[in-house]
């Protein structure tokens, strides 16, 4: 069994296995299953004494998949680190990750098993802004503190007092796609999304700071996550001859697809995104029809000590890692939460975790120096745009693409 193996046990249960090592099943007296690191070290500091435990809603299966199982390897490998360290004030942490894929009904399931099953009070997610928002009304109701890494939504900003996130909102993300399609002298758009509050509040976001510059909005049109074909879409949006197309989607299959589909439909003008287009699986999928795309995207380029070291522990365990930034960010994640829990030492007060999260400045795997402001948003880190090279110029290291730099100013 290889050292990247995963196995989802019970649907919900996400398990790294050691090599040579045999996947211990779920059993009735752990039903949702413990998050554990593969390593020849134990996961669980060895103090003999109970652990905090915390929990995880990540897109294990879905739409999210392709970026919710490396988001959770991140946090699992901090999770290994803190314990091979001695733990939290001499406790270990102990991590339950269930599967929210990427949906709201599946993430709301999926938090009433960490909150009335295992009794958790601080859980780090959810992977997708649907699941985030379906889960934060429970949340703010209950007093658990939500934390995600990347759900990005604009609407996250006003979920609740226990609501928090390291990933950029995406108001200033559309802000930077709509001042980049201007600075590259594009006056008209069409744009395709993808039917979430992701994908939608990164379109949304765009179209207002790109006609508040000036920029017009010729053709919008939009499809539903199990859309397998865009053409109909994609004509409509043509037929209107905009200067440059916007895809913002929330799965890596439907963006690397569409750009595939414009390109054989005759359009070659710009293309731009957000984040997901950029993923492996939709370049594989896009071919050469993706190079030049530009995105942008929180700065893939860890430049911290702690980024390039976490970097250089998950790529010697799962090989390059896909979405640096933002694996970056659930890791720095679980760091935080260790932290709060060393000030609190008391997994179940999330008062106390909420008011040491208000209070905290950070320097970690995504930056120095950031903190959380009275919405719960990061501040102190930003984007860069990318552009999507030619198919012979890619691989593992560069991604795929290369960084132009930070998005124009408007």
């Known amino acids: 069994m290889s050292c990247k193996t995963l196995a989802l046990l019970s649907l919900t249960a996400l398990l790294l296995i050691a090599c040579g090592e045999e996947a211990t099943p779920a059993s009735d007296a752990d039903p949702a299953g413990t998050a554990a690191a593969a390593s020849d070290e134990p996961a669980q500091a060895d103090t003999g004494q109970e652990p905090f435990v915390i929990g995880a809603l990540d897109s294990l299966t879905g739409v999210g998949e392709s970026y919710g199982i490396p988001f959770s390897q991140s946090k699992l490998i901090a999770v290994e680190e803190i314990n091979a360290a001695g733990g939290i004030n001499g406790r270990p942490l102990k991590l339950i990750v269930e599967d929210s894929k990427c949906t709201s009904a599946d993430a709301i399931t999926a938090y009433k098993r960490l909150t009335d099953v295992e009794g958790i009070k601080i859980i780090l997610g959810a992977t997708c802004s649907g699941a985030t928002l379906g889960v934060a009304p429970l949340a703010e109701q209950d007093g658990v503190v939500l934390f995600s890494a990347s759900s990005t939504s604009p609407d996250i900003s006003d979920a609740g007092d226990y609501i928090f996130r390291t990933a950029i909102n995406s108001l200033k993300v559309g802000a930077d796609i709509g001042n980049t399609m201007w600075a590259d002298e594009n006056r008209t758009v069409g744009t395709i999304t993808e039917a979430t509050d992701y994908a939608e509040g990164a379109r949304r976001s765009a179209v207002t700071q790109f006609e508040k510059l000036g920029g017009v909005v ?44 414009v390109r054989e439909l005759g359009y070659e003008g710009p293309i731009y995104s957000e984040v997901v287009p950029t993923g492996s699986n939709a370049l594989d999928i896009a071919g050469e029809a993706a190079t030049g795309l530009k995105a942008v995207v929180p700065n893939p380029d860890l430049e911290t000590d702690i980024g390039r070291d976490f970097l250089a522990s998950f790529n010697a365990r799962y090989g390059v890692a896909p979405w640096p930034w933002f694996q970056g960010s659930a890791y720095d994640g679980v760091y935080i939460a260790a932290e709060c829990l060393r000030q609190t030492n008391d997994d179940q007060d999330a008062a106390g975790f909420r008011d040491c999260l208000y209070s905290l400045t950070w320097s970690g795997a995504i930056g120095d120096g950031y903190r959380f402001d009275a919405n719960g948003d990061v501040v102190g880190v930003s984007h860069v745009v990318i552009e999507v090279l030619p198919v012979a110029e890619r691989t593992e290291e560069n991604l795929g693409y290369r960084v132009l730099g930070a998005p124009a100013a408007p």
């Open 218 to 261: 010729v053709a919008a049109e939009s499809y539903p996550t199990d859309a397998i074909d865009f053409r109909t879409q994609l004509t409509k949006l043509l037929n209107a001859d905009p200067d440059a197309v916007l895809v913002a989607v929330q799965g890596e299959v439907s963006g690397g697809t569409i750009i595939k589909q």
